[in-house]
C-alpha cells in the first residue's frame, strides 16, 4: 500500500526505477515539487544554500520561486525575521530549519581559541546582549579591537572575526540583514543531543533526501561537507556512512548503484512543457557528477572563472526543457529591464512552437520575479 505523508511524499512500497531516465524524472518530480507557501517549502527542503552574487538575483532566491507561490526576490531575506529557520553552516552556508539547527549545535569548531580571543570573545558577547541586536559595526565601535589576520590571508576587523566565530559556536545568531550585512543577537547555548549518533544520522538523511536520487560514490562526498556543520562528529564520520549505507535503498540502474531514502516512492512521471531557468546551486544541479550522469553534459560555474576562458557565462542558469537540460542562460537586469542570453548544448534550440511558448512563459516568470519592466 502507497501513502502519501504531510511532507507530500509517496511512502510505502518502493517502485524500482530500471533506467537512467527514470532516475532522471524521478528527480525532477521529487525536488521540483508543487509550490506552496514558505514556510512548508522551507519545511520541505530541509536547507537552502545561499550565494551573494546577484546574476540576476542571489541562489537562495533563485531556488525558491521555483517552489514558492508568487515568490519575488528578496522574499527570505525581509521575511526571515519571522521564519523558523536560522543562517547558518550546514553542507554549505544557507539557510536551515530550526529543528535541524538544533541538532547540529553544541559545535566543537576544530581549531579552538586562544584563552585571550575568548576573553575578547565575552566582551563581543556583552555588547550584543546589551544591544539586543547589533550590527557588527556598532561591536567595533564600542570596542576597537582592532585588525587581524582573517583565513584567506587578508585583514579584517577582529570584533566582526569574533562575531563570526560566536556564530559558529552557536552562542550568537543571525537576527535579520541589513544591506547584506548580518545583524547579531545572543543565542542561549543548545544543549547537548541524547543520542548524538541518532541526531548525526537525521541529518546525513536530511542530505540524502534533499540530493536523492544520489549515485553511491557521492555520499561519502556529502559527508564531508557534512562535518563542516558537525565537526564535533568528524571521528564518527566513517561509522555514519556504513550505517548510511544499510538503512538507505539501493537501486542499481546502468552500471551504477543509486540511494534513495527508505520506504519513499517517487514516480518516474512525465514532464511537461514546460522550461526553468535553475540556479546553479539548485538541488537539481548541485551535484556536478550525478547532473552529467542523468543530463549527459558537464555544467560549470564559471563566476570564478577568468572572463577569456568562460564557455557558458558568468552565472549560467542551467535551462530544464521537460525532463532535460538542453542549454543555459545568462540574465541581467539592464536599465530596469530583463536582458536573457541564451546557449544551448546542441547548438539550436527546439524548433517546436511548444517550445517557444514555454519559454517565454518561463522569461515572464523569471521577469515578474525580479521586478523587471
Do not use: C
Not at 532566491?61 to 528578496?74: F, K, S
Request: no cysteine; aromatic share 10%.
Amino acid at each position: 500500500m502507497v501513502s502519501v505523508g504531510a511532507d507530500g511524499v509517496h511512502h510505502g512500497a518502493v517502485s524500482v526505477p530500471q533506467t537512467l531516465v527514470d532516475l532522471r524524472r524521478r528527480a525532477i518530480h521529487r525536488t521540483l515539487f508543487r509550490p506552496t507557501t514558505l514556510p512548508r517549502a522551507l519545511a520541505r527542503l530541509g536547507f537552502v544554500q545561499a550565494d551573494p552574487i546577484r546574476a540576476p538575483a542571489r541562489a537562495q532566491d533563485l531556488t525558491l520561486r521555483h517552489r514558492v507561490t508568487g515568490y519575488r526576490a528578496g522574499d527570505l531575506e525581509r521575511r526571515y525575521p519571522r521564519l523558523a529557520i536560522e543562517e547558518d553552516f550546514f553542507v554549505n552556508a544557507g539557510f536551515i530549519t530550526r529543528e535541524l539547527h538544533a541538532l547540529m549545535h553544541p559545535r566543537t569548531p576544530q581549531r579552538a581559541w586562544t584563552k585571550a580571543q575568548w576573553k575578547n570573545a565575552q566582551r563581543v558577547l556583552e555588547v550584543v546582549r546589551d544591544r539586543g541586536v547589533a550590527h557588527p559595526r556598532e561591536v567595533d565601535a564600542a570596542l576597537e579591537l582592532g585588525t587581524t589576520t582573517n583565513w584567506f590571508g587578508g585583514r579584517s576587523s577582529a570584533s566582526t572575526q569574533l562575531l563570526d566565530g560566536l556564530h559558529y559556536r552557536g552562542l550568537l545568531r543571525v537576527a535579520r540583514r541589513e544591506g547584506g550585512i548580518r545583524l547579531y543577537a545572543v543565542r542561549e547555548p543548545t544543549p547537548p543531543p541524547e543520542d548524538p549518533r541518532a541526531a548525526y544520522d537525521a541529518l546525513v538523511d536530511v542530505v540524502v533526501a534533499k540530493y536523492a536520487p544520489l549515485p553511491a560514490p557521492t555520499l561519502g562526498k556529502l559527508l564531508s561537507y557534512l562535518r563542516g556543520g558537525v565537526p564535533q562528529w568528524s571521528h564518527d564520520r566513517a561509522a555514519a556512512l556504513t550505517r548510511a549505507k544499510a538503512r538507505l535503498v539501493k537501486h542499481h540502474v546502468e552500471g551504477m548503484d543509486w540511494l534513495w531514502p527508505a520506504g519513499e516512492v517517487s514516480r518516474a512521471r512525465e514532464v511537461g512543457d514546460v522550461v526553468r531557468l535553475l540556479a546553479p546551486f539548485d538541488p537539481l544541479v548541485w551535484d556536478r557528477v550525478r547532473f552529467e550522469l542523468l543530463f549527459g553534459w558537464e555544467y560549470k560555474f564559471e563566476a570564478y572563472t577568468p572572463a577569456p576562458k568562460r564557455k557558458l557565462g558568468y552565472y549560467a542558469l542551467p535551462l530544464l526543457w521537460r525532463d532535460q537540460v538542453i542549454g543555459w542562460a545568462n540574465a541581467k537586469v539592464d536599465g530596469g529591464a530583463l536582458d536573457v542570453q541564451l546557449g544551448y548544448v546542441s547548438g539550436n534550440a527546439p524548433r517546436d512552437a511548444a517550445f517557444r511558448r514555454a519559454l517565454e512563459e518561463e522569461v515572464e516568470r523569471l521577469r515578474e520575479f525580479l521586478g523587471a519592466a
